[in-house]
């Protein structure tokens, strides 16, 4: 069974940062793109940042870039999200996810994982 676990969220104050992780188990996931969207609750869930299994391919959403870096180190299968300078936009629960090929479409997302909550307080 495939299996997404995230970590590293909680609260923080705007202008903080925190660093989530996404551990991968269950079959190996060099080959895979992995990254990470976000929800609000009654909004669409969107694309934040993947990065390609050779870590040569990087991408971000307009509005964290410059903000948000994402690494992976596929010896581990993991994929990280460090986050700084946090403003109250990136409050939304954060997902962890895979996919064989680049995508910013949450639909056609092959994985999961379950999410993990920031909330940055002004």
């Known amino acids: 069974q495939v299996q997404l676990v995230e970590s590293g969220g909680g609260l923080v104050q705007a202008g903080g940062s925190l660093r989530l992780s996404c551990a991968a188990s269950g079959r190996t996931f060099n080959r895979y793109y992995m990254g990470w969207f976000r929800q609000t609750p009654g909004k669409e869930r969107e694309f934040v940042a993947n990065?390609?299994?050779?870590?040569?391919?990087?991408d971000y959403a307009q509005s964290v870039k410059g903000r948000f870096t994402i690494s992976r180190d596929n010896a581990k299968n993991t994929v990280y999200l460090q986050m700084n300078s946090l403003t109250a936009e990136d409050t939304p629960v954060y997902y962890c996810a895979a996919d064989r090929f680049f995508t910013y479409n949450a639909k056609q997302i092959d994985y999961w994982g379950q999410g993990t909550q920031v909330t940055v307080s002004s």
């Open positions: 990065i390609n299994w050779s870590r040569d391919s990087v």
